[in-house]
């Protein structure tokens, strides 16, 4: 039938008059469809929630005791670097303050032998306030040695990395031997609890009316498990890099077993067009204003330009929410050679 239509038109051209010559174009009738139209979404399966465990200092890392796809407990020992200077840190924060506690015991006696001595009246005033003095300083020195052991125990227990809540590990990010910067990603954990469908979808489509809708969610790995979700949110902001807007479905209920944090997914969300017209995609051409349809008078044969509004694209149609309705002569083979007002005749039987 293409064969046919190009020689046709071929043929339409080979007069001298071709203004005169009615040119074979393939006309189809716009059809309006309430069939329902989808939209098709690719992402990943994340948790809800997820964190980075890392040290608060760094240093060489002696063993990670979980591997990705593991359940930990909130406290669960994920890994440990070398506590060696830290342990050296907290036995010298510990002899410090035990010399300061003696020396704080030492100015106590001293204070409370000038008082007796002046409540005798064998004693001064101004050694009193000597060893009172003595003792202000030394109960410092006692609280600052205190603090710096808190903090040497504290940097020693910061040796040994812990989850901070229950969930599963998603990332390792690091290996035995290793030497990691402070708060550098060692493991990476997903919180338990809920479940979302994370979605890259091109800028300039309309999800925002879709917010709270039903999603189908699809794993490519396992095409027949099927999971229920709710679109959830729409990023406003424009990845500057992909040009693309995140998207996120909330799932219904919990993840299913044997399938990991990030697998890929396919997520589809079914909506009505009620009152949309279905053209071929070729019969879609474009103006300076916009998309635009070449529609055919059935009484005269000529043709006009007529401005178009376009619900969604499919593979092989353009969905039209205003511009033509159904049942309109269009041309869907031959536009390329038209004018307004150009007399067209069918080169094909119209569907």
Same mark, same amino acid.
């Given at each position: 039938?293409?064969?046919q239509?190009?020689?046709?038109?071929?043929?339409?051209?080979?007069?001298?008059?071709?203004?005169e010559?009615?040119l074979?174009?393939?006309?189809?009738?716009?059809?309006?469809s309430?069939?329902?139209?989808?939209?098709?979404?690719?992402?990943?399966?994340?948790?809800?929630?997820?964190?980075?465990?890392?040290?608060?200092?760094?240093?060489?890392?002696?063993?990670?005791?979980?591997?990705?796809?593991?359940?930990?407990?909130?406290?669960?020992?994920?890994?440990?670097?070398?506590p060696?200077?830290?342990a050296?840190?907290?036995?010298?924060?510990?002899?410090?303050?035990?010399?300061?506690?003696?020396?704080?015991?030492?100015?106590?006696?001293?204070?409370?032998?000038?008082?007796?001595?002046?409540?005798?009246?064998?004693?001064?005033?101004?050694?009193?306030?000597?060893?009172?003095?003595?003792?202000?300083?030394?109960?410092?020195t006692?609280?600052?040695?205190?603090?710096?052991?808190?903090?040497?125990?504290?940097?020693?227990?910061?040796?040994t990395?812990?989850?901070?809540?229950?969930?599963?590990?998603?990332?390792?990010?690091?290996?035995?031997?290793?030497?990691?910067?402070?708060?550098?990603?060692?493991?990476?954990?997903?919180? !338990? &609890?809920g479940?979302?469908?994370?979605?890259? #979808? *091109?800028? @300039?489509?309309? =999800?925002?009316?879709?917010?709270?809708?039903? /999603?189908?969610?699809?794993?490519?790995?396992?095409?027949?498990?099927?999971?229920?979700?709710?679109l959830?949110?729409?990023?406003?902001?424009?990845?500057?890099?992909?040009?693309?807007?995140?998207?996120?479905?909330?799932?219904t209920?919990?993840?299913?077993?044997?399938?990991?944090?990030?697998?890929?997914?396919?997520?589809?969300?079914?909506?009505?067009?009620?009152?949309?017209?279905?053209?071929?995609?070729?019969?879609?051409?474009?103006?300076?204003?916009?998309?635009?349809?070449?529609?055919?008078?059935?009484?005269?044969?000529?043709v006009?330009?007529?401005?178009?509004?376009?619900?969604?694209?499919?593979?092989?149609?353009?969905?039209?929410? !205003? &511009?033509?309705?159904?049942?309109?002569?269009? #041309? *869907?083979? @031959?536009?390329? =050679?038209?004018?307004?007002?150009?007399?067209? /005749?069918?080169?094909?039987?119209?569907?």
């Amino acid at each position: 039938m293409r064969l046919q239509l190009y020689l046709a038109l071929f043929a339409g051209f080979a007069g001298p008059a071709l203004s005169e010559t009615a040119l074979p174009v393939e006309i189809v009738k716009a059809v309006k469809s309430d069939q329902q139209q989808e939209v098709v979404l690719a992402g990943l399966l994340q948790a809800e929630q997820s964190f980075q465990a890392s040290f608060p200092d760094g240093g060489r890392i002696l063993n990670v005791t979980v591997r990705q796809g593991d359940q930990v407990e909130k406290g669960t020992i994920l890994a440990q670097i070398d506590p060696t200077q830290a342990a050296a840190e907290q036995r010298a924060a510990q002899a410090e303050l035990d010399g300061a506690e003696a020396a704080l015991l030492q100015a106590t006696l001293a204070n409370d032998r000038t008082q007796g001595l002046l409540d005798r009246g064998t004693g001064t005033r101004a050694e009193v306030d000597a060893t009172v003095e003595a003792l202000i300083s030394a109960r410092s020195t006692r609280d600052r040695a205190a603090a710096q052991l808190a903090k040497a125990q504290s940097r020693l227990n910061d040796t040994t990395l812990r989850a901070s809540s229950a969930g599963t590990v998603i990332r390792r990010s690091a290996e035995p031997g290793s030497v990691v910067g402070p708060g550098q990603e060692v493991i990476a954990i997903a919180a !338990a &609890g809920g479940l979302d469908a994370v979605f890259n #979808v *091109a800028d @300039g489509f309309d =999800l925002e009316a879709f917010l709270g809708d039903a /999603v189908s969610v699809t794993l490519i790995d396992a095409p027949d498990l099927t999971l229920n979700a709710t679109l959830t949110e729409v990023s406003p902001l424009v990845d500057p890099i992909t040009g693309t807007v995140q998207v996120k479905a909330r799932i219904t209920g919990a993840k299913p077993a044997n399938v990991p944090f990030g697998a890929p997914i396919v997520g589809r969300i079914a909506f009505p067009a009620p009152g949309a017209v279905t053209l071929p995609w070729t019969a879609l051409t474009a103006t300076a204003a916009g998309p635009a349809v070449w529609t055919v008078d059935p009484a005269s044969m000529t043709v006009t330009l007529t401005p178009v509004e376009v619900e969604s694209y499919a593979s092989y149609t353009v969905w039209l929410r !205003a &511009g033509v309705s159904a049942d309109t002569l269009v #041309v *869907a083979a @031959g536009s390329q =050679l038209l004018f307004p007002g150009r007399s067209v /005749v069918a080169a094909q039987e119209i569907k």
